[in-house]
């Protein structure tokens, strides 16, 4: 199960899909708000109802596939979702993938600064109202911020103007989350003894050029699971599974 994050889409594992295992069925999905899944009004776009969202989606698959353990691969805001649900269901879990993501406070955690001017009380009111007066400078921002979460130049060229054109119709959930995004990060802390618990493997797959979800982070997921690895990809950056697909699905792969 592939999970994405913000402000992106499932189309964050086009490269890394044709490089994992084919006899083993591989599901991704948008959240609601985001890609091509519905933006229902006023629906509450927060780290605990996409735990909700998986849940769904997991169970589904479930009947469908017949298929109740899964690997599942957390990206960037997908991390909370991902660890809340597994840590309610370890039983279901073949092993948990983090993709350069988060989930409690950390000093070492970085926001990058699309997220931080959206995020923060009181500069966050500012640049929503700059957003919707000048949303060409809205635009050019993203593109700034997402092109920097890779270091391919190839897939910089083909991957922002494509999700810049996704864009627009997920500002509800991207502004929504980053609201939800401070209290998600505190409120998590009370979940380290469940983490000290959690006894499925956990491999920690990151990009060592990403200064936001940096090495820090990495390793201190690595210290609070019993039962965790540690990968860090030296050329690769936010995007991991973008800028290291083959490496980051044998990963997956062999989790």
């Known amino acids: 199960m592939l999970l994405h994050g913000f402000p992106d889409n499932l189309r964050l594992y086009d490269r890394l899909l044709p490089h994992l295992d084919e006899r083993r069925p591989v599901v991704r999905f948008d959240f609601l708000g985001w890609g091509s899944s519905d933006k229902p009004a006023g629906y509450p776009y927060t780290a605990d109802n996409q735990t909700l969202d998986l849940a769904a989606v997991l169970d589904a698959v479930a009947d469908r596939l017949g ?49 931080a001017l ?21 635009k050019r921002l993203y593109s700034w911020q997402v092109a920097g979460f890779m270091s391919d130049p190839a897939a910089r060229r083909e991957l922002v103007p494509e999700l810049l054109r996704a864009f627009p119709s997920t500002q509800p959930a991207f502004w929504r989350l980053n609201e939800d995004l401070f209290g998600t990060l505190l409120r998590r802390r009370r979940r380290i003894p469940d983490m000290r618990r959690f006894t499925p493997p956990v491999r920690v797959v990151f990009g060592a050029r ?20 540690l990968h860090l990809l030296p050329d690769a950056r936010h995007y991991v599974q973008v800028d290291e697909p083959e490496r980051v699905a044998h990963l997956i792969n062999t989790a």
């Open 67 to 115: 298929q109740n353990r899964v690997v599942l691969v957390a990206h960037d805001s997908s991390g909370p979702p991902a660890i809340d649900w597994a840590l309610d269901h370890p039983d279901r879990v073949s092993a948990l993938v983090l993709l350069n993501t988060y989930y409690q406070w950390l000093p070492a955690l970085r926001l990058p600064l699309a997220i």
């Open 118 to 138: 959206f995020s923060t009380p009181g500069v966050r009111a500012v640049a929503r109202a700059l957003a919707h007066r000048r949303p060409q400078v809205q």
């Open 210 to 229: 990403d200064r936001n979800l940096n090495t820090r982070v990495a390793l201190r997921f690595a210290e609070l699971f019993p039962n965790a690895d």
